[in-house]
């Protein structure tokens, strides 16, 4: 963009990581060239990389792991009458992340839309088939989808990706974070499944 970072190569941004912290001094473009992949912390050009951490001491003052027990929390929201099921969001192994760059490519031919897992006795229990579009929704939004019933889930919960924006998946989640990290709940969100309205236009059905 224009700014001058004294590294007018990669390999130079390597170097200077290296010298602003130790755990990369061994390393350097042209040894990975020569010998590949090399695990860090490597902190010696002459020595290889430590392929396991902590094998004699941890890395605190004394050397010994401080282990504390935290008091369980509840997930942000729960299933009950309205939303009977449990979403838990997650990836799929044709895309990757959010599938901003895996979209792009042929991996479209092995997964090309977003579908809704669910387990059989509840595909029986809402009266859903295999295949079918399906509206998905939780006390923040609403998705379309397609149901794929499978044994891969429990009963009572079902599971989704995020990989086509389209079909509104992060509309369903909560805005729950973790107290310590706040990371958001993307794993417990309670929603509810049903027929997708042939009345309603096709055009937002996912396919």
């Known amino acids: 963009m224009g700014v001058d970072l004294g590294c007018p190569t ?4 390597l170097d200077e990581c290296g ?3 130790p755990v990369f001094a061994g390393l350097s473009h ?12 490597c902190p010696y050009a002459d020595q290889p990389g430590e392929a396991t951490l902590y094998t004699g ?11 504390a027990s935290c008091p369980y929390l509840p997930p942000g929201e729960e299933a009950d009458d309205d939303y009977p099921l449990i979403m838990v969001t997650g990836r799929r192994l044709a895309h990757y992340n959010s599938g901003g ?26 009266d859903l088939r295999d295949g079918e579009p399906v509206t998905v929704e939780s006390r923040h939004g609403r998705a379309r989808l397609l149901a794929r019933v499978s044994s891969e889930v429990n009963p009572g919960q079902v599971f989704c990706a995020f990989h086509f924006p ?11 974070a973790d107290t310590v990290t ?5 794993k417990v969100t309670a929603v509810r499944v049903t027929r997708y309205p042939a009345q309603q236009d096709a055009a937002t059905a996912p396919g």
């Open 10 to 13: 990669p390999a130079a941004a």
């Open 19 to 21: 010298l602003l912290a």
């Open 30 to 41: 042209g040894r990975l060239d020569r010998a590949g992949a090399i695990p860090w912390p």
């Open 57 to 67: 001491r941890f890395a605190t003052a004394d050397g010994r792991a401080h282990l």
């Open 101 to 126: 760059m895996t979209r792009r490519t042929a991996n479209l031919l092995l997964e090309s839309a977003d579908w809704l897992d669910l387990h059989p006795d509840d595909a029986d229990r809402y």
């Open 166 to 176: 389209a079909h509104g998946v992060n509309r369903l989640t909560s805005s729950h």
């Open 182 to 186: 706040s990371c958001p709940e993307y």
